[in-house]
């Protein structure tokens, strides 16, 4: 909260209040106050209630209003005074939160000498309906920078194909993440006029994108919005693949989006929209909070040495999806033919063998008989 303490001291002679009829003194609020004209006492000068002058008359005149030039408005009043009358007041502005339930005071005009002579205080002319937030300027654009910009990963695996492996291994890797991206323009006036009124603001927001010659950057484009925060959950994925490594290789894939996250000053015009069709403007400064994501990108390259390999037949790195099958050990192969053919010869004479001794012991049991 910005507070600001201004004090107007009686400086000479003795005037007791009374109030005034002639409109001399509030002429001093066109030249010094406000920006519009004033011509009657009791009139509304734009988005200003009535001026009611009391007081006497000379005095040196004074006038403090900051609605126009910063948005601050009247938070509090310190009076100094003895039995003849105002000696000083003090005035206190404010950006933050106010009380409005008798009136927004924005300043106050009037004259002293050894007391103040006269006073009259300026109020908006009716509650404000909206604040409309525009024209914004960023004090050092960020737009094709690569400022807060770094890479968030989702998924970093290596596959591997044992040199010892029958076949080429195919396979995909997927990476995946829900992630939040916000934009938050931060500044005094929807704090100290907001409350449940409407906000908009009118602005260029923040993306991340890639750039022409490689890399990211950021990337601007334009937006309403009836909230000083836009959020929402994003879900990044991509799917790189297929691969297919031959026995004896590997393959290292990144799959990321790049983040950018920072806090942009700008500079602002404000107006005050009233409820009775008044308008206030002013400038003010602020600052833009981004989170935000580019889309999402994949690095795959060789990686042929097998300590960074996982190759868990059942338990392939996370992310990767094999395709077809699963990871195979080395397999044993079967015999050569030519060992198969012997085999069978040899499978057939030791049944011919066994065949005739059989039946020769049979016969000699029947001989015997």
Not at 12 to 40: H, M, R, Y
Not at 263 to 281: H, K
Not at 312 to 318: F, Q
Request: aromatic share 8%; glycine share 10%; net charge negative.
């Amino acid at each position: 909260m910005l507070r600001t303490l201004v004090t107007i001291a009686a400086i000479a002679s003795l005037a007791f209040p009374v109030a005034l009829s002639a409109n001399t003194k509030q002429l001093a609020i066109c030249d010094v106050c406000i920006s519009g004209p004033l011509v009657e006492p009791d009139s509304t000068i734009g988005p200003y209630a009535p001026v009611h002058v009391i007081g006497g008359a000379g005095g040196n005149e004074f006038c403090e209003s900051r609605i126009e030039t910063s948005g601050e408005v009247v938070s509090g009043l310190g009076v100094w005074w003895d039995k003849n009358g105002i000696k000083g007041i003090l005035f206190t502005f404010s950006g933050g939160d106010i009380d409005v339930g008798s009136g927004i005071l924005v300043g106050a005009h009037g004259a002293s000498s050894e007391y103040v002579v006269h006073l009259a205080f300026l109020f908006l002319s009716s509650e404000v309906a909206s604040v409309s937030i525009g024209d914004i300027k960023f004090v050092s654009n960020p737009e094709d920078t690569s400022v807060n910009l770094a890479p968030s990963y989702l998924i970093r695996s290596t596959m591997g194909n044992p040199s010892g492996s029958a076949d080429n291994v195919s396979f995909t890797v997927t990476g995946t993440g829900k992630v939040m991206q916000s934009t938050t323009w931060i500044q005094s006036s929807p704090d100290t006029f907001g409350g449940s009124i409407n906000v908009e603001v009118s602005s260029a927001i923040l993306g991340v994108g890639m750039k022409v010659t490689g890399g990211f950057e950021w990337t601007t484009s334009d937006t309403s919005s009836q909230s000083t925060m836009i959020s929402d959950e994003v879900t990044l994925t991509l799917t790189a693949g297929p691969f297919s490594i031959p026995p004896g290789h590997g393959k290292a894939c990144q799959i990321f989006a790049q983040k950018g996250e920072g806090s942009f000053p700008y500079t602002s015009r404000v107006a005050l929209n009233l409820d009775d069709g008044g308008n206030v403007e002013y400038p003010e400064t602020g600052k833009l909070l981004s989170v935000q994501y580019s889309k999402v990108q994949a690095l795959c390259v060789d990686a042929n040495d097998p300590k960074d390999w996982n190759v868990d037949p059942d338990n392939p790195p996370p992310g990767v999806s094999v395709i077809g099958r699963s990871l195979r050990r080395p397999r044993t192969l079967p015999p050569p033919p030519i060992l198969r053919g012997s085999l069978r010869v040899a499978l057939t004479v030791a049944t011919l063998f066994y065949t005739l001794a059989f039946v020769s012991l049979l016969a000699f049991c029947i001989t015997s008989d």
